[in-house]
């Protein structure tokens, strides 16, 4: 199947540092991504979906400002979490669906790790 | 609009003997089913999809799901649990309102015991 990668796997950071995870769809190009957010022992929340060439569309709730997402081409999204603190700690995973279909199979990618200091 | 709830949060079971995750979903249409599982601290994998076609699926590693519309069921077996199947099973139904999201249910972790 195809192969979605993250990147870093797990990241550490101080209080108050902003922090880049990228996605990637190896070997497919991806209209659309997602990028959701899981806290430990909880299920997958979705923070936003990210369209190539245009701006991310964010679940209720989530701060646009905090989490920055650009999907500047069909293969690469990149989720920011600018000055981050303690509560942004979390699993983040990401997800690309195949071609331009609402209905086309979504790959996931292995998701990051972040600890906030 | 389209919801699943999964029935246990935990089920354990003896390594050998078949495994049963249970999985109830609301949907408006008809509707668009899946079991992701996700080893702890990776990322998920599709074990197996239900998109209106054979209402018995078989997925990979041996699980399958029957898709039952009386029942707005679609439960996950396996007839012996591997050691290796200890991991968060969840079930997903698309969102057909909403440009085909998945939706997840809470999720149920599975434990194998030797």
């Known amino acids: 199947g195809a192969v979605v990668s993250q990147h870093p796997s797990r990241v550490i950071c101080k209080s108050g540092t902003s922090v880049k995870i990228e996605c990637r769809s190896l070997d497919f190009q991806a209209t659309t991504m997602f990028w959701y957010r899981q806290f430990p022992k909880q299920s997958l929340m979705l923070m936003a979906t990210s369209n190539e060439g245009s701006k991310a569309t964010y679940e209720q709730g989530v701060e646009k400002d905090k989490f920055l997402i650009n999907h500047a081409s069909l293969t690469l999204s990149t989720l920011t979490v600018t000055s981050a603190h303690p509560e942004d700690s979390s699993f983040y995973i990401c997800?690309?669906?195949?071609?331009?279909?609402?209905?086309?199979?979504?790959?996931f990618g292995p998701g990051t790790r972040l600890t906030v200091l | 609009a389209q919801s699943v709830t999964q029935l246990d949060s935990h089920v354990s079971v003896s390594e050998g003997t078949p495994v049963l995750l249970r999985c109830n979903y609301s949907?408006?249409?008809?509707?668009?089913l899946f079991w992701y599982v996700q080893h702890p601290n990776k990322g998920l994998q599709l074990l197996l999809k239900?998109?209106?076609?054979?209402?018995l699926v078989k997925g990979i590693n041996g699980f399958e799901a029957e898709f039952k519309k009386s029942e707005t069921s679609f439960h996950l077996t396996k007839p012996s649990a591997h050691m290796s199947d200890a991991a968060e099973y969840f079930c997903?139904?698309?969102?057909?309102?909403?440009?085909?999201?998945?939706?997840f249910g809470q999720g149920t972790e599975l434990s194998v015991k030797p």
């Open positions: 239900y998109t209106s076609a054979a209402t």
């Open positions: 997800s690309a669906r195949e071609g331009g279909g609402s209905y086309n199979e979504q790959f």
């Open positions: 997903v139904v698309r969102n057909y309102n909403q440009g085909g999201k998945l939706i």
């Open positions: 949907s408006s249409y008809s509707p668009s």
